[in-house]
């Protein structure tokens, strides 16, 4: 979920004066993430990783980009039509050649991932809908609802199909939560969720069954954990580390990017400090091999981003 837009007539968000965006690619072997793309004029946010493997897919300035990285680093607008501003909740169903894309209007809308026409999916317009999943056979579209322009209220897990319809509210405890996404087989839904919350907005990582049911914590941390993304064999993992006693996801930030393996949440396999936040890791950003994630950082002097 996004807080920098909740409905028609918000503005995308921006880099500050001498802010810059970097985007990185990591391997799970290990090593230093590589910088591939950085740029002062726009802030690109959420990668996803494109379905040839050859690049990403970004939001900036409420449009989406493709960031070519092979044969040459490139950046490119990709063209929609009926297509309000974007946020940064944008997911691939890459087998279909689909993507579905949260707007300001507060409603997901579906498009050909290449560009062209958009539909929208969803149409109670007293509610914003802000997408995370996909189920691996493209049937269903598991997002956060919230009433329209209240970010007080708790974020709360629906479903619907992928060709519109009646939402649906699967059982996911009682507290707010977060970035609802589908396991690779598609039994589970992870999610960051407050329901087991020591203090007001101490995220945990978990997940619920994709139909609705008891909830299994993954992980137990002192940090404010958000955004968990499986790799599409399964075996990793990424998600967002926020400090101590942060509230929801914001922006210009120090946080972690973590990668862990799926059987051992509570050891990390590498840990990447940056200045980013919002918009470092809000989607799916991992390869179709499972080799690689994306991510994205803010640096406001140009601060390095190093694995340790």
Known sequence: MTE?????GMMPRRLRPGQRTQVWVAEVS????????????????????????????LNGDGLLWRLDLQPEVALSQVPFRDLPPINNDHVLDAARGLIYLSANDGHIYVAPVGGGTATRVTHD???????????????????VELPRGDFSAPGRLATVSSGGGETRYPQAGRCHLDGPEYSPGGAWLYLNTEEYASRPGHAQLARVPAQGGPMERLVKSE???????????????????????????????????RLV??????????????????????????????????????????NAVTAC
């Open 261 to 302: 393996r799926t059987a051992d949440w509570g050891h990390a396999v590498s840990h990447i400090p940056l200045f980013g936040g919002q918009g470092t890791l809000n989607v799916n950003s991992w390869s179709p091999d499972s080799r690689r994630f994306a991510f994205a950082s803010y640096p406001l002097q140009q």
């Open 223 to 257: 940090s404010v954990d958000w955004f968990p993304h499986l790799s599409p064999d399964g075996e990793f993992a990424t998600y967002v580390s926020f400090p101590p006693a942060t509230l929801g996801h914001p922006a210009d930030v120090n946080v972690v990017v």
């Open 125 to 143: 317009s007293s509610r914003s809908h802000f997408l995370h999943g996909v189920s691996p056979d493209g049937a269903t579209l598991a997002f």
């Open 30 to 57: 290990g090593g230093p993430p590589e910088l591939v793309y950085s740029t002062d004029t726009v802030l690109l946010e959420a990668p996803n990783w494109s379905p040839d493997g050859r690049g990403l897919l």
């Open 4 to 8: 920098s837009a909740d409905g028609p």
